[in-house]
């Protein structure tokens, strides 16, 4: 998964993209864990035993299948903003993913700058520090993914809300918000009292396929001197089963207004995530590049 976060994750060290997508991707992970935490515990009455163990099971759960490498998959990134669109195609390997842009506003590249993306992706392949440094920062973002969903159940509170029907079948509704007795330890996890809203599973499979959540206060980080999320900001995230059991995010829409160093910010973007394929688990980021590469490089291809 891609993965939004809010929680000052998605350049680390006070990148906006990262305050964006990449954090809210890391707090839908969370709810994720949280859903079914919630879910299990309402099923039947459990001791305090019972429902610790109920928790660390499902936090197990979550943690592997955040950790799972066997799944690498090729896709195409549509990301959408006031000011542009563009097209990528994505492949994930052991060295961490890889990206050719295809299109800008819907028109594939002028063979110039076709050129120029092809030059630069022969860079990359012929510089593996350059990959290195990516990979490290996907794994930066991962250990904080991580650090969060141990601490989840301390975060929310969860309440049913019914059913509607979905794509594939029955959809249970949760509302949550945040947890009055949640203190939370650091600048990632901030953001988590001040958001509440909405998360959809299906039934069958018991996974996420929506999260819609919304900050209701303006929250500081950093007493306000580095960054603050003003109240009002929103997200909404979809994730569908896009092939042999695999789940992946599939769409982001998200609206911020921050300010990060006495900036404001204004994020206001849509990402679809399509054309989901698996690719070899082992694959190597140059014979990814190669891949790429040998791509056409028109986007106008459509589909899931």
């Not at 906006?16 to 919630?38: D, E, M, P």
């Not at 509607?164 to 901030?190: A, H, I």
């Not at 929506?210 to 997200?235: C, F, M, P, S």
């Not at 990060?260 to 910010?265: A, D």
């Amino acid at each position: 998964m891609q993965i939004v976060t809010l929680c000052v994750l998605p350049g680390q060290h006070w990148n906006v993209k990262l305050l964006g997508v990449r954090g809210f991707l890391t707090l839908f992970c969370l709810i994720s864990c949280a859903v079914q935490i919630s879910r299990g515990a309402r099923a039947q009455s459990l001791s305090d035993a019972q429902a610790q163990a109920l928790v660390a099971r499902a936090l197990a759960t979550e943690l592997r299948l955040a950790r799972d490498p066997n799944h690498p998959m090729r896709y195409q990134l549509r990301r959408s903003t006031p000011r542009l669109t563009s097209t990528k195609e994505i492949i994930e390997t052991r060295d961490g993913d890889v990206a050719r842009l295809l299109s800008v506003n819907d028109k594939p590249l002028a063979p110039d700058e076709d050129q120029k993306e092809l030059a630069r992706l022969g860079a990359l392949a012929a510089n593996p520090s350059l990959q290195k440094h990516r990979k490290d920062s996907e794994a930066e973002d991962a250990s904080i993914v991580m650090k969060l969903l141990r601490m989840l159940p301390h975060a929310f509170l969860y309440q049913y809300a019914g059913t509607v029907s979905g794509p594939v079948g029955t959809v249970q509704r949760f509302t949550f918000k945040p947890n009055p007795g949640f203190n939370p330890p650091d600048l990632e996890t901030q953001a988590l009292t001040a958001m509440n809203g909405e998360v959809r599973i299906d039934a069958a499979q018991e996974r996420v396929i929506r999260l819609e959540g919304h900050l209701q206060q303006d929250t500081n980080y950093a007493w306000g001197i580095l960054g603050k999320l003003n109240k009002g900001g929103w997200v909404i995230l979809e994730q569908a089963n896009v092939g042999d059991n695999q789940w992946r995010i599939v769409n982001v829409q998200m609206e911020m207004n921050l300010r990060v160093l006495f900036r404001n910010k204004y994020i206001n973007t849509s990402e679809q995530m399509t054309r989901y394929a698996p690719v070899p688990t082992s694959l190597d980021y140059r014979y990814a590049i190669e891949m790429l590469r040998s791509s056409p490089s028109a986007a106008a291809q459509g589909g899931r």
